[in-house]
C-alpha cells in the first residue's frame, strides 16, 4: 500500500520533476483521499499512505513554489469503482480471533463501503475526472491546494481543510518562509 500510494508517487514525481524545473513551471497533481484525512477503522494501512501523500504533496508545494510547480491535492471519497473487489481479507485467522470485537466493528465498516458503492446515489468516477481537467484548467497561481469532488464528503473535510490552510500560514510566518506559500509564475518569455 505504501510503494502505490507514496513510494509510486514519489517515484513518478522523480521523473517528471527536471522537465518542471527547466521549464520553470508545471503542475502535480497528488490523487489523495478522505481517508488521507480521517482514519477509519481497518484501513490502517490505506490511511496511512495517504496521509503520507497528504504530507508529501504539502512539502512540495512549499519547496517548488519558487520554481514555478505547483503541487495539489485532489481528495476523493467513494465512488462506483471496482476497488472493494480487490479487498484482501486478514489471513492469519488465528489473529483475527484475538480481536473479535474490532475484526466485527471493522466488518460493519467494510459494510458502510460496499453499500456506498453500490447505492445508485453514489458517483461514479466522472466527478474526479472533470475535477482533473478544473484543476488542469485553472490559471497559474489561482490553483486551490485541495479539491474534494465528492460531494457526502465535503462537509466532513471542509472544516479540517480550512484549518489546515490556516495552520499552513502560521507555518510559514512561524519559520520565517512566508514567500513559500505564494507560487511564482515563470516570466512570459515562451518557456
Do not use: C
Request: charged letters at 20%.
Amino acid at each position: 500500500m505504501l510503494d502505490v500510494n507514496l513510494l509510486g508517487v514519489v517515484r513518478v514525481n522523480r521523473a517528471v520533476l527536471p522537465a518542471m524545473r527547466r521549464q520553470r513551471s508545471g503542475l502535480l497533481i497528488h490523487v489523495s483521499s478522505g481517508m488521507g484525512r480521517a482514519v477509519v477503522p481497518g484501513f490502517a494501512a490505506y490511511s496511512a499512505s495517504k496521509f503520507a501523500l497528504e504530507a508529501l504533496a504539502e512539502a512540495y508545494r512549499y519547496e517548488l513554489s519558487q520554481i514555478g510547480i505547483d503541487s495539489v491535492l485532489l481528495e476523493r471519497g467513494i465512488h462506483r469503482t471496482p476497488i472493494l473487489e480487490k479487498f484482501i481479507p486478514p489471513s492469519d485467522q488465528g489473529r483475527l480471533a484475538e480481536y473479535w470485537s474490532t475484526a466485527e466493528a471493522i466488518e460493519r465498516v467494510k459494510g458502510v463501503f460496499e453499500a456506498a458503492s453500490r447505492a445508485p446515489e453514489t458517483p461514479g468516477p466522472e466527478g474526479v475526472v472533470k475535477a482533473f481537467v478544473r484543476l488542469i484548467e485553472t490559471p497559474v497561481g489561482e490553483r486551490p491546494f485541495r479539491t474534494v469532488p465528492t460531494a457526502v464528503i465535503q462537509p466532513l473535510l471542509q472544516p479540517y481543510n480550512a484549518l489546515a490552510a490556516t495552520m499552513r500560514d502560521t507555518v510559514a510566518q512561524t519559520f520565517k518562509v512566508p514567500e513559500l506559500t505564494v507560487l511564482q509564475q515563470a516570466a512570459s518569455t515562451g518557456v
